[in-house]
């Protein structure tokens, strides 16, 4: 094979480049025998194609970020959510262990040098050949949060569809796309703002005047902070570049209609009773799916952060192991609370 011969190259110091239509080589004195010279000649066409295939593919955006390089466990690839930012998932790989490889994938937009891909299938698509030319053959577990479990999904099916081995789709606390369309959205922010408007009735009945001049001074304190906030984002070119990212992200998981997936599906809702219908339809979608409920308490921003990421790493450890089996989840608990876990096939 070419990568064993260029492998033996490097093993003996031996350099070769490619330099226009001719190769190049540099090797300590006595090393490059009559056979290898002969070799290098037959062989001359098949190792200047790859090279430049190599040099073509460093040039690209690299989408892969290693939060955990080593191991020998079968390799995660995770899906950021709406922001693209993969370091939501450090605190989860280090509670995965140093035996358990896991790769962020990171979206064009980011760079400063390339715009955010509009359509969840693009998207995919680019994430799926970062993965295949990073690694062939062998079997990886594909991971979504939030709004990137969208697109983590389709990141499975087009995988299984250019016939590779995925294991697991795991998406953490990911809605389904229904759930960013506009009448969904409206709906969730009205019951937002009640329940903010009832929060608020229920503390200033029970606050004497000099309380309530603190109460609302130390909200308007809060808004003015906020305001602050996002002045300073704006003025930020890694910020402006991420919000554009999470308004092309949101937008095109609005208009993603998902088909079918043939493989294994793990839903990791950040507690019980967390958006059902967002379950449901996910699970309906697959052949086989699972769903780990993390403890109560837990929500979509935290369920990746401390204290709950080892919670989660146990889960997911627990689905990897239910698959490798071919068995069905059971249900048990774990630190902080009930972890459950539910399975159906389809």
């Not at 959510?81 to 790769?103: K, S, T």
């Not at 009832?198 to 200033?204: D, I, K, P, Q, V």
């Not at 001074?217 to 300073?232: I, P, S, Y």
């Amino acid at each position: 094979m070419l990568q064993q011969f260029l492998a033996e190259l490097r093993s003996r110091d031996i350099e070769i480049w490619a330099d226009g239509d001719r190769l190049r080589c540099t090797a300590p004195a006595g090393v490059l025998t009559p056979e290898l010279r002969q070799e290098l000649q037959q062989r001359k066409g098949e190792i200047l194609a790859f090279l430049r295939s190599g040099e073509a593919l460093a040039r690209q955006p690299r989408a892969i970020v290693p939060l955990e390089p080593r191991g020998t466990r079968i390799p995660i690839f995770g899906v950021a959510g709406h922001n693209g930012d993969v370091f939501c998932y450090r605190a989860l790989a280090q509670h995965l262990g140093a035996d358990q490889p896991f790769f962020g994938l990171e979206p064009p937009g980011l760079d400063g040098r390339s715009e955010p891909l509009t359509r969840v299938e693009d998207l995919a698509g680019y994430f799926v050949d970062q993965i295949l030319a990073f690694q062939p053959t062998g079997t990886c577990i594909i991971a979504g949060f939030c709004a990137g479990g969208t697109v983590a999904f389709e990141v499975g099916r087009q995988l299984l569809q250019r016939g590779a081995n995925v294991g697991l789709v795991a998406l953490f606390g990911s809605p389904d796309p229904t759930w960013y369309r506009l009448p969904a959205q409206l709906g969730w922010r009205l019951r937002q703002q009640l329940n903010r408007f009832g929060a608020h009735a229920r503390a200033l009945r029970l606050l004497s005047l000099r309380e309530l001049g603190r109460y609302v001074a130390e909200k308007v304190g809060q808004r003015k902070a906020q305001r602050d906030t996002e002045q300073a984002a704006a003025l930020d070119p890694v910020l402006v570049r991420r919000a554009k990212v999470e308004r092309t992200t949101i937008a095109a998981v609005r208009r993603y209609t998902p088909a079918p997936f043939a493989g294994r599906l793990g839903l990791f809702p950040p507690s019980q009773g967390w958006l059902p219908s967002a379950t449901s339809r996910w699970a309906s979608l697959a052949g086989c799916s699972d769903v780990y409920v993390g403890p109560e308490g837990c929500d979509n921003d935290s369920m990746l952060r401390e204290p709950y990421a080892a919670q989660f790493a146990i889960l997911l450890r627990r689905a990897e192991a239910e698959r490798a089996e071919g068995r069905a989840p059971r249900s048990s608990g774990a630190l902080g609370g009930p972890l459950l876990a539910t399975s159906s096939t389809h």
